[in-house]
């Protein structure tokens, strides 16, 4: 039956409406055979690119030259630039140099070494005083808007603080007002005791399927332990993310057809205290089911699958 | 040089960043062919769908039997139904009983019938007391979210008024309270005056590209005159509103190299008075930007294309 669901921080509904999902399905979306020898995202074609910002090379290598392995580069169409009204700053991570798309291609090391490269360039663009708030995001597959299907991230800096941030900030605000402490504390805390929704567990990471999620297989990684701030992870906390990030989108790609999803990193804008405010959190936003007239017209997302369906298959235990 | 809008009305932030439309595209969404012979929409195979609550029939032919011109029937895989907790009617509209899959295949008349159909249903569901707003949508293309090709549109009402109605009944209050006028009254006014962005202009109709589109090409069809409901349209108003709509909609399939688009109506829920509170649009949504993981993650859209650049070249003028 379906349901309105609302979540607890951004107030946000969705519609969860599981007999949808057996909709027939006339389109497919199929990627283009790419010839791996154009791409410029590949060794060999730095020059297709602007120019490194940062790379991480185990050689002598030099700079917009081979010998990388991971490889930062301004975004050459970007959404926002440092001399416009839409102030800003907009960056490519090219996750490996071999060319590769799926994430669960990368080791736990290398990806690993994703989030490392990502903390660099959040500093970065950080020390830029007029960088308000910092979003990295990832676009796997033609459905969630990859025009390149090598493997790689981005990052946007931006003057304001996004709309959903914000959102998050007031939704906490309020809740910590009322009740005097951090929502996402207190929403890892019940997921973990109601062990319906949680896809993983590890000694400082909460995997699980959000109760409004708003795709089908939505996934959120949160810390275990308050923090509003991606960047402020130590090492052992960005080793253990890596391997929890991987081992939840390995199980996403198995069980999607042909994956595509986006992840967004939500870490608190300059400024904020970490005093239960903000909680950074990983959404990992699985891409099977279309935004439609419906979701663009209403505001409102229809999600075919149910977060407890979606945590139970991603466990890969009995179905309901 | 990207910039940030904002929507006058809902307060709606977009980028526009003209550079990105020029971005390499290593993906591309192909329709898969299709077998007309199993379609479920075309005439014959009545069965396959919910037994019809409405159709346009000129000859004396039996209800879920071939005949009809428009059909109305419940959508099989319902996102919101009478006995659950998201209550509510999901029915979908057959545009034609020709195997057609776009907007302008339909003729001037044939369109004014849908609306007419579109009518039809809207006042049917509001006659349940608990519907408390209907929102009449459209998905053309798989990249718009549509199952099945066969040319079609959706309504939905809901015992809730969605979250964007809701921000642009709220929007439109905020701006009654400061100036005692209609905020979409004065906008039409302002784009007529300003002319960069107007596309047509009918004795009725203003269409134009608005000034925070999310999308490229975007267009919004909207009353001269102030009016909150679609559904309250005489007859010379839906004829003329067919004909500004089946020319917008020709003018974008011949730009978009695979059109695929959404359209919504825009009307007030129940118990919204005509007294500037509120007054309806048709949105017209194209899908050639994709929605990635920054739109996602950070509640704004990246529109490559400006709404001068795009009401220039719908208009058919010369390019800047």
């Known amino acids: 039956m379906p349901e309105y669901r609302t979540d607890l921080v951004t107030g946000r509904t969705v519609i969860i409406a599981e007999g949808r999902a057996e909709r027939p399905q006339e389109f497919s979306a199929r990627a283009l055979p790419v010839d791996v020898s154009r791409c410029p995202f590949c060794p060999g074609h730095e020059s297709e690119t602007p120019g490194e910002v940062f790379a ?9 030259s081979p010998g990388w ?3 930062a ?4 169409y970007p959404a ?3 001399n416009s009204g839409a102030y800003g700053l907009h960056e490519v991570l090219i996750e490996s140099a071999r060319h590769i798309t799926l994430t669960s291609e990368l080791s736990d090391d290398e990806l690993a070494d994703v989030f490392r490269a990502t903390i660099v360039r959040m500093r970065a663009m950080y020390a830029d005083p007029r960088i308000e708030h910092v979003l990295p995001f990832k676009n796997v597959g033609a459905a969630a808007g990859a025009s390149l299907a090598h493997l790689h991230s981005q990052l946007i800096g931006q003057s304001i603080v996004p709309p959903d941030i914000r959102a998050e900030l007031d939704g906490a605000a309020r809740y910590r007002a009322e009740r005097g402490t951090c929502v996402w504390c ?13 896809v993983l567990e590890s000694p400082r990471f ?12 939505e996934t959120w990684i949160v810390p275990r332990e308050h923090a509003c701030r991606f960047e402020a992870n130590d090492e052992a906390g960005l080793v253990e993310l890596a391997r929890v990030s991987r081992s939840v989108v390995a199980r996403l790609e198995s069980i999607l057809d042909d994956p595509a999803y986006n992840y967004v990193i939500h870490s608190a804008p300059r400024g904020v205290r970490d005093d239960g405010s903000y909680h950074w959190q990983l959404q990992i936003l699985p891409r099977s089911t279309g935004i439609a007239g419906f979701e663009l017209g209403a505001g409102m997302f229809i999600n ?5 369906t979606a945590a139970r298959r991603l466990v890969g235990g009995p179905e309901a």
């Open 186 to 198: 207190d929403l890892v805390e019940r997921e973990r005791l109601a062990a319906e929704r949680v």
């Open 80 to 82: 926002v630039v440092t």
């Open 206 to 217: 909460l995997a699980f399927c959000p109760f409004a999620s708003r795709f089908a297989y």
């Open 304 to 308: 075919p699958v149910s977060p407890e």
């Open 56 to 64: 991480l090379r185990l050689d002598r290598s030099r700079a917009d």
């Open 73 to 76: 580069v301004p975004n050459k």
């Open 69 to 71: 392995r991971i490889r």
